[in-house]
């Protein structure tokens, strides 16, 4: 397995990571401790240490289940990687069991302390190796946070720290704010072969900056698993129920128009959009949402398939910039937007404010 660091530090992870949300929330259907543990007990063999946590998470249930897996299991601190995130006041606003509306946040330096202490505690840790302020936005951004996370992680509490933007694709400025001007070591953003902005923007940023990126959603919303079929039905619980048909309909031709690149080198399309994303320079990891044994594999063995060659890549970026030639209704979604009036732009390459070093 394939291992990166997030920019200058000393954070050195697998190139594939599991999101750890599968654990929390029943938007893929119940994982008990018993399948959880076998889905990280399968992962770690493979290779993949870095595990991606939220408190938020079922509300603690994640980072409780993943702290009982690393005891149960007598896994050494040193072969794991954990990543966790803050932001959520889940204790004072619990929500409702498989919503997804969002929840009272807190990002004061004081629910921060109390926050990462709790996380410790649940995961069984004495420290966390990136600690991320959870779905924050520009307003909520304050100097007196960022300083109180150099802290914590000057006191040993964690290895670095950034921020992980959502719920959905976009928040543009917060990742620029956060690289360019707050010096976080990582940002987590939606970025997959079919929506590449402003994904690409942050890993220009995260070189510049000397930082990382994690991509998630790195599968399209399970399109570029080849799974999705122009019938499948999306419940009310799937957490897809919040994308337009468009989604579907064009992504389905769209994967179509990458399918032989997939074949020429090998592989599946998953490994496609797995092997695409780690060609990106500046990303450091997929924190992928990888259901069973036969995704982990997947996405675990597309490290070492053959790279898509300049001419490949560029071809692809080509095509995306066109949106493959199926019209504006195949454009990518908009992207979320706190600082535009209308609350969203439309998806496109904004060119990040700084050089490139």
């Known amino acids: 397995m394939e291992r990166r660091r997030f920019g200058n530090t000393s954070v050195e992870v697998s190139a594939i990571s599991v999101g750890c949300w599968l654990f929390g929330v029943d938007w893929w259907g119940h994982y008990t401790d018993e399948r959880a543990f076998e889905i990280l007990n399968f992962s770690h063999g493979l290779g993949i240490t870095f595990f991606d946590n939220g408190?938020?998470?079922?509300?603690?249930?994640a980072e409780t289940v993943f702290g009982k897996w690393l005891k149960e299991a007598k896994i050494p601190r040193d072969q794991v990687e954990i990543g966790s995130k803050f932001g959520y006041d889940f204790y004072n606003d619990p929500g409702e069991p498989g919503s997804h509306r969002e929840r009272k946040q807190d990002f004061s330096p004081k629910f921060m302390r109390h926050a990462l202490e709790q996380s410790l505690g649940r995961l069984g840790v004495e420290t966390?190796?990136?600690?991320?302020?959870?779905?924050?936005?520009?307003?909520l951004f304050r100097d007196d946070l960022w300083a109180e996370l150099?802290?914590?992680?000057?006191?040993?509490k964690i290895r670095a720290w950034g921020v992980s933007l959502g719920p959905a694709i976009g928040w543009r400025e917060e990742g620029f704010e956060a690289l360019q001007v707050r010096n976080c070591?990582?940002?987590?953003t939606v970025f997959n072969l079919f929506e590449q902005h402003p994904g690409h923007e942050f890993c220009e940023m995260a070189v510049a900056n000397h930082a990382g990126v994690l991509a998630r959603v790195?599968?399209?919303?399970?399109?570029?698993k080849d799974v999705v079929k122009i019938d499948t039905t999306i419940t009310e619980s799937d957490h897809r129920k919040f994308r337009d048909q468009h989604w579907k309909v064009y992504g389905l031709k769209k994967l179509e128009l990458v399918r032989h690149y997939a074949g020429d080198h090998g592989m599946t399309v998953h490994q496609l959009a797995c092997k695409w994303l780690l060609q990106q320079k500046g990303l450091t990891s997929i924190t992928g949402t990888l259901l069973n044994e036969h995704e982990i594999k997947e996405a675990a063995e597309s490290v070492d398939k053959p790279n898509l060659s300049m001419r490949e890549l560029t071809q692809i970026a080509e095509d995306?910039?066109?949106d493959w030639n199926l019209g504006p209704d195949a454009h990518?979604?908009?992207?979320?937007?706190?600082?535009?009036?209308?609350g969203r732009v439309r998806s496109g390459y904004v060119p990040p404010p700084v050089l490139i070093a």
Request: charged fraction near 30%; glycine fraction near 8%; aromatic fraction near 6%.
């Open 218 to 224: 790195h599968d399209n919303s399970s399109i570029l």
């Open 332 to 342: 990518p979604c908009d992207l979320k937007s706190g600082v535009d009036p209308s």
């Open 185 to 188: 070591k990582a940002v987590q």
């Open 128 to 139: 966390i190796d990136l600690y991320m302020a959870h779905n924050i936005k520009l307003p």
């Open 55 to 61: 408190d938020a998470y079922g509300n603690g249930r």
């Open 150 to 156: 150099d802290k914590v992680k000057d006191e040993g």
């Open 320 to 322: 995306y910039a066109k």
